[in-house]
Structures are given as C-alpha cells and as structure tokens.
C-alpha cells in the first residue's frame, strides 16, 4: 500500500514538474524560457536565415553570369577559362541499364533474341541520322566539304546512309554474321577546333602504321594535300587482342572531317559517326579493344579517358 501511494506521489510530481516546465507562473517561463528571450532567439534565427537566402542568392547570380542558358557558356574550351582541354569519343551499342558500368558486347552471332538490345540500340541511335528523319524549322543544315565549310549558323549534314557495307539497319549492323558494327562518335565539345596534321611529317611516332599508310595513300588520291581530319585507328589493346581481332573496315572515313568543327550549340547539329566493322573476330574470346583519335592537340589518357574510348567484343 506504501508502495502504491508513493508511486502515485512520484507521478504527481512528475506531472506538476512538466506543467511548470510548459509554464511557469511564478518566473513568467514558457517552455524554459522567458518572453524576452524568445524574442531574442527568433530575430537571430530570422537574421540567420536572411543572411542564409542572400547567400545562396549571390552565389546564383554568380553562377548564372557564367553560363548563357540560351546558348554558349561563358567559359569553353580552348580560352583558357574551361578545365577541359582534350576530347573524348563515345561508342554505341552501349550495354543494358541494368551493367551500365560494363564496356563489354557479348552476343551470340545470328541468335535473334541474343543480338536483340545491340540491334536495338543502334536502331535507335541512328534515328536522328536517318534521311527520312524529319527536319525542324530553323535548322540550316547543308552538305559540306574541305573547300566549302559551313557558314555561320549552319551545320554539316551526315546520314544514316554513309554508312556501308554490314553497318546498316538493314544489316542488323552485321550482328546476325560475322562482322559486328561499333559506332565511334566525337562528344561534343563547345568551340573546339582540332589542330589537324597538314604534311605526313608531322604524324606522330606512336601512331599505327596501318593509320600511317592509311593517310599517305589518302595524301596521293588528294593531290599530295594532306586531307584535313580528325583520323582514328581502332586495334586490340595487347598483341594476343590484335591477333584475333581479325581485318577492321571503316565507313565512310576513317576519321571525322574537320569542317564538322567547332561544335557551337547549332541548333540541327549531329556529331559525325565511324562505323567501325570487325571482320570475323575469334569466338569465344574477350577481344579488348581501344580506338584513339589523332590530331595535334588531342591528348591520350587511358586512366581519363581522353583522346580515346575502350570496349570489349565476346562472341559466342
């Protein structure tokens, strides 16, 4: 019974002791603290706060006078304000969302359902390229060459249909035989200008000897004038690779013409492709395979990978 009452005496004083805390009479307190403080305590958070927004306003207006969001930024590469100095390239097909970070296209050759998401992938990449595809209004896109560049304002034309041989819709892009296609693609970069090599001088040591001939036969078809491009050389990163790689076909160049540069955020604008077809690589091996591109001011790092793109080829 002792017991009893003192539990009931503890739950009192329990109950009175938070009533005091919610409010106290005697000391005027509201939850521990006076009016004055209260008060004291909502202009500094109010403070606070204005001083928190006028920040993150500055900090905006910063931001946005260094970008144009209706079409270039401020800084771009090459003016020495951009971090980026060197290009990359991109392929296609690309894996499945579900091994994004893989590089590898494994297919079984003419198995319909195994060569199914790399036909579709490049079925609906080369959508945009296509000839039928349709044209928006205020795209100046015109055909182009070396002695007639775009004009200001216009873009180069490239479609689906230079492309040859396997590497076509029509084709299944060579999946259902024995010479697979792989897209090369040049990402984009706002105002760079590639500094193309004008004498076969000065073509670097380390390029391959097969790019090599490539050009000095390209040289002689042109007039003894170097042609002026972007040139790119795909082969097996190690020498077991290049073995079984087996011969490789370019369409419809073995690089990007120079008059599809500098890419400056012209509406209608389309990076130029590479088809790259690998002519009966080996079965059931993992061919590694590195594609890099040459000009004077394109660096090569495998660890960032610029100047350059990997992939890996298993067919079963």
């Not at 091994?99 to 199914?116: P, V």
């Not at 790399?118 to 205020?138: H, P, R």
């Not at 790092?301 to 080829?313: M, P, R």
Request: proline share 6%; with cysteine.
């Amino acid at each position: 019974m002792e017991d009893t009452n003192a539990l009931y005496r503890s739950i009192a004083a329990q109950d009175h002791s938070f009533k005091a805390y919610v409010w106290n009479k005697q000391t005027r307190e509201f939850l521990g603290r006076t009016g004055t403080l209260w008060f004291k305590l909502l202009v500094f958070y109010v403070i606070f706060y204005i001083c928190l927004a006028a920040f993150f306003a500055v900090m905006m207006v910063l931001l946005y006078q260094s970008i144009d969001t209706q079409h270039m930024p401020t800084y771009i590469p090459g003016d020495g304000g951009s971090i980026n100095h060197s290009p990359a390239m991109g392929y296609r097909p690309m894996p499945s969302h579900d091994f994004i970070q893989s590089t590898l296209i494994w297919y079984k050759s003419g198995d319909d359902e195994g060569i199914k998401h790399w036909v579709d992938s490049l079925n609906n990449f080369i959508k945009a390229y296509e000839a039928t595809s349709e044209v928006v209004s205020g795209q100046h896109i015109t055909d182009c060459s070396e002695d007639k560049p775009p004009k200001e304002g216009e873009v180069c034309r490239f479609l689906d249909t230079w492309l040859t041989d396997k590497c076509q819709k029509a084709e299944s892009w060579g999946y259902k035989t024995e010479s697979p296609c792989v897209l090369i693609k040049f990402n984009k970069m706002i105002g760079w200008v590639p500094e193309v090599y004008e004498r076969l001088e000065e073509l670097p040591e380390e390029m391959p000897q097969t790019l090599k001939d490539h050009i000095e036969k390209r040289t002689q078809e042109n007039k003894g004038k170097v042609p002026k491009m972007i040139w790119v050389s795909c082969e097996g990163e190690n020498p077991a690779d290049q073995e079984y790689l087996g011969p490789i076909r370019y369409s419809p160049w073995q690089g990007f013409p120079a008059y599809y540069f500098p890419y400056m955020h012209t509406p209608g604008y389309l990076s130029p492709l590479i088809a790259v077809q690998f002519d009966s690589p080996a079965s059931n091996l993992l061919i590694s395979i590195e594609c890099r591109a040459w000009a004077k001011n394109i660096q090569h790092n495998q660890k960032e990978h610029l100047g350059l793109v990997h992939f890996e080829l298993l067919k079963d």
